[in-house]
C-alpha cells in the first residue's frame, strides 16, 4: 500500500511560480510511474505530467514548456515545478502512482493523493 500526500499549493498572481510535491509512504516507490493530475471546476480530471521509473518526462501540450515534473525516489517524492502561472492553470492537482503506458494512452494507477488546491488570480 502506498498513501500519497500533496502540497504546494496556494493562490498566486499569474506570472508567477509553485512547487508541488507529492510524499509517499508504504511501499518503495522507485519502480513506480508517477504523474500529475488536475482537475478544474466542473471539468474532468486531465493528465498534465509523467515520470517513468526511468525517469523519463512526458507533458501534455497545454504545459510543455512551463511545467517541469521530478522525482526523488531517496525521499519517495515527486515534485511538479509550474512556471509562469495562468488563470487556466487554476485546478486541484492530484499526483498518481503506480500507472502505465498503453501506447499513448496513460492509464492511471490505483494511488492517489487528495490533491492540492492552486488559484492564480491577481
Known amino acids: 500500500q502506498v498513501q500519497l500526500v500533496e502540497s504546494g499549493g496556494g493562490l498566486v498572481q499569474p506570472g508567477g511560480s509553485l512547487r508541488l510535491s507529492c510524499a509517499a509512504s508504504?511501499?518503495?516507490?522507485?519502480?513506480?510511474?508517477m504523474a500529475w493530475f488536475r482537475q478544474a471546476p466542473g471539468k474532468q480530471r486531465d493528465l498534465v505530467a509523467t515520470i517513468s521509473d526511468g525517469f523519463s518526462t512526458i507533458y501534455s501540450d497545454s504545459v510543455k514548456g512551463r511545467f517541469t515534473i521530478s522525482r526523488d525516489n531517496a525521499k519517495k517524492t515527486s515534485y511538479l515545478l509550474i512556471n509562469n502561472l495562468k488563470p487556466e492553470d487554476t485546478a486541484v492537482y492530484h499526483c498518481?502512482?503506480?500507472?502505465?503506458?498503453?501506447?499513448?494512452?496513460?492509464?492511471?494507477?490505483?494511488?492517489w493523493g487528495q490533491g492540492t488546491q492552486v488559484t492564480v488570480s491577481s
Open positions: 498518481n502512482m503506480g500507472g502505465f503506458y498503453s501506447g499513448k494512452h496513460y492509464v492511471a494507477g490505483a494511488y
Open positions: 508504504g511501499e518503495d516507490i522507485s519502480d513506480l510511474h
